[in-house]
């Protein structure tokens, strides 16, 4: 399953924002540096999805907007 997403590092809560069947909205505390945000929002797609989070691969990580596939 191929999902593209908005990231909105630095916000006050993590939340999932559905918008269609294949975009979302993912707000994360972590601050977008070493990977930070990345890491905290593989690990909640990996439980919206009920998946690993190694399952979880992100095609362009230094993007807002980002295209994720998940196995």
């Given at each position: 399953?191929?999902?593209?997403?908005?990231?909105?590092?630095?916000?006050?809560?993590?939340?999932?924002?559905?918008?269609?069947?294949?975009?979302?909205?993912?707000?994360?505390?972590?601050?977008?540096?070493?990977?930070?945000?990345?890491?905290?929002?593989?690990k909640?797609?990996?439980?919206?999805?009920?998946?690993?989070?190694?399952?979880?691969?992100?095609?362009?990580?230094?993007?807002?907007?980002?295209i994720?596939?998940?196995?």
């Open positions: 399953m191929i999902i593209r997403i908005k990231a909105k590092p630095n916000s006050r809560e993590d939340k999932i924002e559905k918008i269609s069947e294949e975009d979302y909205v993912i707000s994360v505390k972590e601050r977008a540096e070493k990977g930070k945000a990345n890491c905290k929002i593989a909640l797609l990996a439980k919206e999805f009920n998946v690993e989070t190694k399952k979880i691969k992100i095609k362009n990580p230094s993007s807002r907007n980002k994720i596939e998940i196995d």
